[in-house]
């Protein structure tokens, strides 16, 4: 089984700072672990994945995300935020010994950007 | 990277009728697709995976007879909302994986762009 928490619905910042999306997980398998953008009507796009390579993943449009297992989190965070980075982030998790695997969505964070 | 379409883009059908999304994986080969449903401001829901070849696999709480899933072909899946009713109204996403070797295989999703339905 597995589960994905992402920790606040909705997450404010201005342009030009920081911005950290938390995201804690649960498997009962070496999970693979992506970050996807869905701005308004839109499909999803993949921001980065981390599949057992290396722990700190960097990803399109400025965003990485750290793996860190003995959190059990999978944190995204981006040094400056652009008003263009608002949207509607989505934490995944997958994993299973072997073959293809359901993904886990979160409940998803909006990121909201003020001038 | 690898594509996925659906088709169409957005739907509108008035209550009782039948609607049939397409998905289809553009450059690679999907025996298994995955069919989502999204309600506004939600998150994903997984409703089936789709075999090609075999029997869909519905999750619990979705209507097998209801929303009808054919894989016919190794590129191709499609979702039929039968007798649709508006709170059959959603965006509807569909996902093919493709695995990904390499000293750390994986099995990457690629996502439809969705398909908006909307039943008066």
């Given at each position: 089984a597995q589960s994905v928490t992402q920790?606040?619905?909705?997450?404010?910042v201005s342009e030009g700072t920081p911005v950290l999306l938390r995201c804690n997980y649960s498997s009962s398998y070496s999970p693979?672990?992506?970050?996807?953008?869905?701005?308004?009507?839109?499909?999803?796009?993949?921001?980065?994945?981390?599949?057992?390579?290396?722990?700190?993943?960097k990803g399109i449009n400025g965003?990485?995300?750290?793996?860190?297992?003995?959190?059990?989190?999978?944190?995204?965070?981006?040094?400056s935020a652009h008003m263009s980075d608002a949207a509607e982030y989505f934490c995944v998790v997958?994993?299973?010994?072997?073959?293809?695997?359901?993904?886990?969505?979160?409940?998803?964070?909006?990121?909201?950007?003020?001038p | 990277g690898a594509v996925v379409s659906q088709h169409p883009s957005r739907v509108i059908c008035k209550s009782g009728t039948s609607v049939k999304i397409e998905c289809r994986s553009l450059d690679f080969q999907a025996t298994t697709m995955f069919w989502y449903r999204q309600f506004p401001k939600k998150s994903l829901m997984l409703m089936a995976t789709s075999n090609e070849g075999s029997k869909a696999t519905y999750e619990q709480g979705?209507?097998?007879?209801?929303?009808?899933?054919?894989?016919?072909?190794?590129?191709?899946?499609?979702?039929?909302?039968?007798?649709?009713?508006?709170?059959?109204?959603s965006f509807y996403i569909c996902s093919a994986p493709t695995k990904r070797e390499g000293q750390f295989p994986y099995n990457e999703q690629f996502f439809g762009p969705g398909t908006r339905l909307t039943v008066l």
């Open positions: 920790l606040d619905s909705h997450v404010s693979s672990l992506f970050w996807y953008v869905q701005h308004p009507n839109k499909g999803l796009q993949l921001l980065l994945k981390y599949t057992s390579a290396a722990t700190l993943v965003f990485e995300a750290e793996f860190k297992k003995s959190e059990t989190s999978f944190h995204l965070t981006k040094p997958s994993g299973t010994p072997s073959g293809y695997s359901t993904l886990t969505f979160g409940k998803g964070t909006m990121l909201l950007v003020s | 979705v209507e097998k007879d209801k929303f009808l899933i054919n894989h016919a072909s190794l590129t191709l899946s499609t979702l039929t909302v039968t007798s649709a009713h508006p709170e059959d109204s």
